[in-house]
């Protein structure tokens, strides 16, 4: 069954919902019990959604060290099919390598109506053309498609490495995707004391920001004291 | 005032490792597309990450939601600790529709919900009779009566309560 929920705010500014059940978001049956409620209620309504869950039949689980791999996808114009890039779109994958995290986005059936959160376009990449990039010994050009980033969290001298060749592939991402990937850095490292690696990223990004006259010198740098403070923690 | 769809619908998958730790990862599909489309394509997706994680893949949501671009304002002296409390049967069976804030208006001077009004019976024509075997309860089973409709208070838990704190 869909549950649905319709969200109200008082005077107070206290929040509260309430719920119904749906054989299927039937969304004029939706906006019908809307407007009831609209009329018995003297709070706002502020949104409305509805959701489902599905149980899934999977294997048992073979693995714990935490490996994490993310695919950062472009998105594109879907509305003049300019194919001109408005966004992109991260996804964590657990528990899975580089290797295996690759084939996910390469399947034209599959990301046929994938959308980023925005919902742009982040269907027909051509399988072959445009390799996704992993961390290790690859770096993704203007002819890419999507992106991979392989990612352990609990292994220091692989968050090292891993971290190393994050942020390389920050700087040699489009301004969009970098902008991105530097947020994920920063959900990846809350909680960790990696205050001074996030400012030079920062400081980073923003020197690759300012008109592409990055200097190479200051960016290795701070690069340096980056790794030095991931050695250190 | 109107609602307005987000442009995708949201789904969730979730994963547990070895261990016993869980994780999540989000995926988007476009509006526009029937719902069994959808479930198709968040199924297939499923099975693809089945594959590519060594963590068992538990289930996924999928939700939609609609935001009110241009929501009227709440009413003077609105509190979503009143409720319009509505119980309905599905086969003799009981299911709870709170209504937060139920207006003043509403309730009687015994504490029940006037079921006569306008506004009541319009709300009682969506679940019962307009969109026949779209409301149900949790199982599934359509609403078919009501069984009860008064006024009732709650407690409003932390999260939900607003940030500014009067001393």
Redesign the interface.
Known sequence: MWRLRVWFRDISGTVSYTGAWLRSPNETAIFAFVEALRALSDAQITHVDVLRRFPYDSQVPSGRDRGISVLVHRATDNTNNTNTELDAFPMWVPEADSGLARDLWGHSVLVRDYASRAGYNIDNPTPGDGEPVSLDNEYPDDTDDYYLIAVRRNFWHRLLRDARAYNTLAMTLPDRQARRVRLDIRDLFLGVPMREVLERLDRIIELLENGGNANTDEIRRLLLQIIAALGSS | MA?IP???Y?VTYT?????G?K?T???????G?V?D?V?A??????A?????????????????????DA???????????RK?RTIWLADTYK?R????????G?VLPDGALNRNS???L??RA??LT??V????????V?LDALAAAYESYTR?TPK?????KLA
Not at chain 2, 15 to 19: R, S
Not at chain 2, 48 to 68: C, D, F, K, M, P
């Open positions: 609602l987000d442009p995708v949201t994963f547990q490792d070895e261990t730790s994780a990862t989000q995926a988007y599909i476009r509006q597309i719902i489309d479930i394509r968040a199924n297939a997706l499923a693809a990450l089945r594959n590519v994680s060594n963590a068992q893949l538990t289930g996924y949501t999928i939700s939609r939601g609609w935001t009110e929501p009227a304002g709440a009413g003077g002296g609105s509190r979503v600790e319009g299911t529709i709170d209504i937060p804030s139920i207006a003043t509403q306008v506004q009541f319009a709300l969506v679940l307009d969109f075997g779209d409301f149900t309860d949790s199982r599934g359509s409003t939900r309560q607003p940030t500014r």
